[in-house]
């Protein structure tokens, strides 16, 4: 019968030398890049166009960062856009009485940041 330290070791040798495939940094942002739920860091609502437009910087609990933003519009067809880091996410346009929503991608750090809202 094998103690259990014994035991512990030809396990820990066995998954040590087992074939891992290699682990770039991307892969490893992906693998953590979990959608939980966001905290808004500044979260600001206005009139705009006839319609209510609310946008956001959040911050995920890992600290990665996106731009959020959302527009209601009860008598047109809209759409929103939000911007991080110059990389741009368009919401499709919408009917009226729905909500238009944008979000980028999450970030570890950001430069540049803004959202825009549009009718038609």
């Not at 030398?17 to 206005?46: C, F, G, H, K, Y």
Request: some cysteine.
């Amino acid at each position: 019968m094998i103690n259990f330290p014994v035991k512990c070791f030809f396990l820990f040798l066995i998954l040590s030398t087992s074939i891992v495939p290699p682990v770039n940094a991307q892969t490893l942002s992906d693998s953590i890049n979990i959608d939980q739920t966001p905290t808004d860091i500044n979260r600001i609502e206005i009139d705009a166009g006839g319609g209510k437009f609310r946008y956001m910087v959040q911050m995920s609990i890992i600290f990665q960062y996106r731009q959020k933003s959302e527009y209601d519009h009860s008598k047109k067809e809209h759409r929103t856009t939000s911007m991080m880091n110059d990389v741009y996410s368009y919401s499709p346009w919408v009917k009226a009485k729905k909500t238009a929503k944008a979000q980028t991608a999450w970030y570890w750090s950001y430069s540049s940041n803004n959202s825009y809202w549009s009718t038609r």
